[in-house]
């Protein structure tokens, strides 16, 4: 088959996106497809008209290629493409929305609060800090609504630390969201076609917890795959396939969570999981004895199914 | 942040992150009169080999280079080297074992960082001021660290127009960092990229000038006076040291770039290397003018920056709540790019509510357009941050827990070395 590889774009993220790209191309040629890379720019949508490939891999990650964005773009183009839809991209990428969806879903996800920044400088929500205050507790965790790999995430340890925490978060995004602080050990749970694979546990070796640069710097933190749960493994993957049926997500997804003192709490959806050599996904597959091409081959399996399926 | 920094690089970001000298007002005919010349009559030479420590007509253009700023160095205790980024590469791997000080001002050039970093140095940096490093503050780092048991193996400082504060060593300073390095034996690393691009005030003495060649080792460039891609720098150093950094950089890269060692002798030769110099003078005055201007125009009355009498950039810090690499994702969106302060810590925590301007790379419209916006970004934040904090709300940080510390620590910096827990 003759597959576009879209990575890099204009995301904060780009870096780690060439680096899933690269691996996937590298994975699909040895599986003895045609390869074309795409850089995703402006000329995306000329480029993919003219190269007319059978099936997309999206490896782009934050903005753009995992909010939607270029999904829908290809479904206008009619090209097949790899992981969830158009809407359960949107509301992936959306931690509140995300968030609100997992409620209504019944999925425990910690508690929180979201504005938009116009709710500050225009509406005084500055003023509602004192009831949200007594409904989250300190620590708070202030993190953009959109973004991924931790970036403007900071913990509020008190009062005093919320206002610039939220300055911060907004320089990510226009609406930040406000969450209850849990306590407990940090799990991933990667989902294959609707199927939970080994659990990993990332504990990070940093006292800034879980800050970007550890996330992609081999050796500053732990990852145990798979996870030592036993009694709460079940519940772990059962929140994890929930999460993923509450918000009609397809191929993959990887479900971050919190396995706090009341069980486990969904923090957040991936629509486009890191692919890179040091990424959770690819760790769980292998886990699971599913190798970086058989992953990347059963993605486009998934991907070319789909447009079968309608 | 290299991500971040990365998108920098966007042709429609107006970029002030960079540290780019403008070449384009280099002449196109001079260029290709020098090559030519070049082709014609050295061509086997150019292409080959040549001896690790540089040709000695390169070596004279360097006396040049340092005549000018008063110096006369020997020409045997000179190398030639590739780029000055080397000559800082070249004396730490000479000089440096795994866990052994380095002393740094505070913040210091963010290239020489992942240097020390890379020899597994601890880079410890000492504050300066308006006059650049504070000399009473190194003698009482030197006092600490020998409390400890411990000897740095040199001092690494940008005297002139530092990279990135835009400060300069006074000149009764100079004097007493040359004395303090005599007194207690340290050997002072004088990186001087920028010195002859002076836009204002009366020259000041190199460090390596006032002490003789003894304790200073001095690294020179012809990336800011001529062009950063001959990749052509050099390094002084008495002769046990150099012997070393001789050894070092035969194994790195046997010799440096030829051709470029024979183009600068040809622009040499033609006499006008001053003429040049002067044009980039002037050049970067106006740009830094537009950039002081603007600055003036565009921050909020609580930002602060130096006033850099000549170099390529200035320092700004923000009110203390803003994060400045935060601040650049935001800049991001609108086009507009800085270097992030805590770059220049080897903490990589200190100075996060600064960032660095270049005023060289970019005309003078970008330059006001560029300042505007990040001007704009940073007022949203001000306006935001009071918006959350105004007066009679219960969550002011004076009426609560101490307002967060304004960067714990920020004369003496301790890096963890790689491989340290939490490294």
Redesign the interface.
Known sequence: MKVAVLKGG?S?????SLRSGARVEDALSSLGHEVVALDAGNDLVRRLKAERPDVAFIALHGADGEDGTVQELLEILAVPYTGPGVSACRSATDKSAAKQELREAEVATPDWVSFS?TA??EL?A??A??EIEARLGYPLVVKPARGGSA??VRFAA???????A???????DDRVVLERHVEGRELSVSILDGEALPVVEIRP???DRYSY?ARYEIGRTDFICPADLSATEEAVRDASVRTWRALGCHGFARVDLILGRSGPEVLEVNAVPGLTDTSLFPMAAEAAGIGFEELCGRLLDLATGRLRAR | MRDLMEITARPEVISLAGGLPDTSTFPPQSFARQMTKIAQESAAEALQYGPTEGFASTKECIRQVMAAEGMDPDPEDIVVTTGGQQAIDLITKALVDPGDVVIAEAPTYPGAVPVFCSYEAETVQVEMDSDGLRIDRLAETLDRLAADGRTPKFLYSVPSFQNPAGVTLSAERRRRLVDLARERELLVVEDNPYGLLRYEGQPLPTLYELDGGDYVVYLGTFSKILSPGLRLGWLCAPPPVLQKVVLGKQASDLCTSTLAQYFVAEFFAEGRWREYVDSLCDLYRSRRDAMLESLARHFPGEATWSEPEGGLFLWATLPDYIDTTDLLARALRDNVAFVPGAAAFADGQTGRSSMRLNFSGSNEDEIREGIRRIGAVVSEQVELYEAITREGRTLLPEQDAPHPEPEAGADVVPLRRRGEPGG
Do not use: H
């Open positions: 204009r904060l993220e780009r870096q780690v920044q500050f400088s005084g500055a003023d800090l004192d970036l403007g008190n009062r005093a630390a919320v206002p610039q939220v300055v911060s978060a907004f320089s990510y070796r940093d006292e640069e």
